[in-house]
T-cell receptor, first 115, second 116 residues
Framework: GNSVTQMEGPVTLSEEAFLTINCTYT??????LFWYVQYPGEGLQLLLK?????DKGSNKGFEATYRKETTSFHLEKGSVQVSDSAVYFC??????????????FGTGTRLQVTL | GAVVSQHPSWVICKSGTSVKIECRSL??????MFWYRQFPKQSLMLMAT?????????EQGVEKDKFLINHASLTLSTLTVTSAHPEDSSFYIC????????????FGAGSRLTVL
């Protein structure tokens, strides 16, 4: 079956540091890949997505590239801010249409950014 | 943008009682809602797909009689945990599509259930 593995947290960084949160997946066919973010007290929000190999999703300074050869979708940001402190979830959907109806999630990685 | 509200956000109940969690789409009609469960330090697990006006579709291993889902209107789905036991303690999250075929889900903030 499908599965998503992401690095355990918490990840603690100083403001303006470089961020990488690793995510690898197991799936048949051509899944779509997503990163969701959950700020304290709020619901999960879609951060970015990619629907095919070599696609790069980007939003709010975050980027992730769909790497089929390494089955990875690592999240990166060049310079984090305190406001980026949240829990980040990597997820996949079994279809390549980007339809997010049946998502398989990773365990989530908590990011804490300090001044 | 689309907003999904869950209520209550926290609930503590005694073993053997039933608890109802509501999921409301505040500014859109949701024909389909999804219920997830998250154990500490684990992934969100899809429990069931709730369709307005019809029976919910449960994922394998989820007890239908234990987790009753009702989607009586286009803006409200409820999850009732019946005869709750401590092992049902978890974080329950709902999500919704703001239109059929939408490729983005809107999530609620979740409801934490603690069964004593």
């Amino acid at each position: 079956g499908n599965s998503v593995t992401q690095m355990e947290g918490p990840v603690t960084l100083s403001e303006e540091a470089f961020l990488t949160i690793n995510c690898t997946y197991t799936a048949t066919g051509y899944p779509s890949l997503f990163w969701y973010v959950q700020y304290p007290g709020e619901g999960l929000q879609l951060l970015l997505k990619a629907t095919k190999a070599d696609d790069k999703g980007s939003n709010k300074g975050f980027e992730a590239t769909y790497r089929k050869e390494t089955t990875s979708f690592h999240l990166e940001k060049g310079s984090v801010q305190v406001s980026d402190s949240a829990v980040y979830f990597c997820a996949l959907s079994p279809t390549n249409t980007g339809t997010a109806s049946k998502l398989t999630f990773g365990t989530g990685t908590r990011l804490q950014v300090t001044l | 943008g689309a907003v999904v509200s869950q209520h209550p956000s926290w609930v503590i109940c005694k073993s053997g009682t039933s608890v109802k969690i509501e999921c409301r789409s505040l500014d859109f009609q949701a024909t389909t809602m999804f219920w997830y469960r998250q154990f500490p330090k684990q992934s969100l697990m899809l429990m069931a797909t709730s369709n307005e006006g019809s029976k919910a579709t449960y994922e394998q291993g989820v007890e239908k009689d234990k987790f009753l889902i009702n989607h009586a209107s286009l803006t409200l789905s409820t999850l009732t945990v019946t005869s709750a036991h401590p092992e049902d303690s978890s974080f329950y999250i709902c999500s919704a599509k703001d239109r059929p075929g939408a490729n983005v889900l809107t999530f609620g903030a979740g409801s934490r259930l603690t069964v004593l």
